[in-house]
């Protein structure tokens, strides 16, 4: 924690607690006795906050203001996340089709304005310099895409025509919905398939249609949809789990060392600087997407299965290019 944030937490809770012992405020902060009788010297000396300390309660509040000198902390800037989040939010309120919330937009632009504004730095300026970029988005019907959030909280079944990309086929079936899932910049739909009898995960913008029944929808328990679904890795199902080890070049190795692949994954470096990265997986399709997105800087270990998938997959690769 640096010292502007110091100041925010001190000021924070004060007002929260109206008087805070200085115990208090050296575990909340982390910081020593003389370190915070610094801090408490600058806010009263240089921000003008009327910082008094009360010896009845022996703790510290807020009194009377120092004349006309006006108390004003200096502009916080955000964390990496709350900067994504907060240029996130604008985005997709930007982005907003006309519809039943667009009374509420302009005031929660607003709002999202002003938090973006801190100190010297205005929201035009924070946006301009600061960019997040959602890459690979696919484009959802907006009509699907209400009925089904409509049908899955109020517990009813839908009726589907859904096209799978991957046999180049569509089907017709009848499915429970269970939950919704924001993954990679795209949305899913995990349901109960009454055709197939068991747990799927549809992408929303593979629906050719989509309507509500009157039956209600059945209850899948978050334990069992987890097990079948988030076991693995990546959006695609499947209960039988294996592990797939990869070695990353140690120029590579710079990089995936830092990056989470799956929760439950593993990871070592060699002796020579390579990188050892193990993690479940269900299904190979996507695991195998993200294998060969980095080329010869990476070599599939175990299981041989997995091996010979890649293996394949590169054969056919390179007799595209003779």
Known sequence: MDRTERFYKIDHLIRERENVA????????????ATFKRDLEYMRNRLNAPIVWDRKTRGYRFGTPNGDAAYELPGLWFNASEIHALLTMRQLLKDLQPGLLEPHIQPLLARLNALLSTGDHEWEEVEKRVRVFHVARRTVDL????????????RRRLHIVHYNRHTDETSERTVSPQRLIHYRENWYLDAWCHLRGAIRSFAMDALRSASALNEPADEISDEELDKELASGYGIFAGAEVHWAKLRFTPERARWISYEVWHPEQKGRFEADGSYVLEIPYADDRELLMDILKH????????????????????????????
């Open 295 to 322: 080329g010869a800087a990476v070599e599939v270990l175990a299981p041989n299965s997995l091996r010979e998938r890649l293996k394949e997959t590169i054969q056919a690769m390179a007799a595209r290019y003779g």
């Open 22 to 33: 200085q115990k208090t405020f050296l575990e909340e902060l982390g910081i020593s006795a």
């Open 143 to 154: 009509q699907h895409f209400e009925v089904v959030a409509t049908a899955l909280l109020r």
